[in-house]
């Protein structure tokens, strides 16, 4: 079974930083692409950033700058640091595996809540 | 930017009637390898999303067969053959051919 695990979500003030963690099970994180996904309340997907391998990541222009997505290959584990939040960050991230051969998001983490706000 | 639009934004259903959506590309989804990157997602409410089709047409593990998929080029359907109450939620359609970008959804109530 292919589990993903997102961490790290909470209330956070504008201009600070936070870390999602994704613990990943089922498959590698050194072998697959990872993506970040973001879910803003009662709005639509908006993909975030993807990693493949050391030398891959790409980001939403929304982001680039702000967020750096990384891994762990040793706990398997999938990252995002997220730095100057803005209010419009606020959301639900998933982190999802992209499987490159059918092009599509097929297994999704349950999500967590970022809020930014004073 | 690739764009996609979803028609219509929001679909009441009747149980057992079928159902369909339709989602059209700004440009053509047909990779330089052949292949077309069409995915449908469903995501029901409360829940993370759910891959449904990819490929336009290939519905994925565990997807019931009254769920399908066709089109090509810019314009896509998803059809739900005979509508049961577990499929109110929202659709989204994905493409990946050139970079990433999802439909703004589409909303199924009974």
């Known amino acids: 079974d292919v589990r993903l695990l997102e961490t790290g979500g909470g209330l956070i003030q504008p201009g600070g930083s936070l870390r999602l963690s994704c613990v990943v099970s089922g498959l590698s994180v050194s072998s697959n692409y990872l993506s970040w996904v973001r879910q803003a309340p009662g709005k639509g997907l908006e993909w975030v950033s993807v990693?493949?391998?050391?030398?891959?990541?790409n980001y939403a222009d929304s982001v680039r700058g702000r967020f750096t997505i990384s891994r762990d290959k040793s706990k398997n584990t999938l990252y995002l640091q997220m730095n100057s939040l803005r209010a419009e960050d606020t959301a639900v991230y998933y982190c999802v595996r992209f499987a490159a051969s059918s092009g599509s998001l097929d297994y999704w983490g349950q999500g967590t809540l970022v809020t930014v706000s004073s | 930017d690739i764009v996609m639009t979803q028609t219509p934004l929001s679909s009441p259903v009747t149980l057992g009637q079928p159902a369909s959506i339709s989602c059209r590309s700004s440009q053509s989804l047909v990779h330089s390898d052949g292949n077309t990157y069409l995915s449908w997602l469903q995501q029901r409410p409360g829940q993370p999303p759910r891959l449904l089709i990819y490929k336009i047409s290939n519905r994925f593990s565990g997807v019931p067969d009254r769920f399908s998929g066709s089109g090509a080029g810019t314009d896509f359907t998803l059809r739900i053959s005979r509508v049961e109450a577990e499929d109110v939620g929202v659709y989204y359609c994905?493409?990946?051919?050139?970079?990433?970008?999802f439909g703004q959804g589409t909303k199924v109530e009974i």
């Open positions: 990693i493949f391998n050391d030398d891959f990541t």
């Open positions: 994905m493409q990946a051919t050139q970079s990433w970008a």
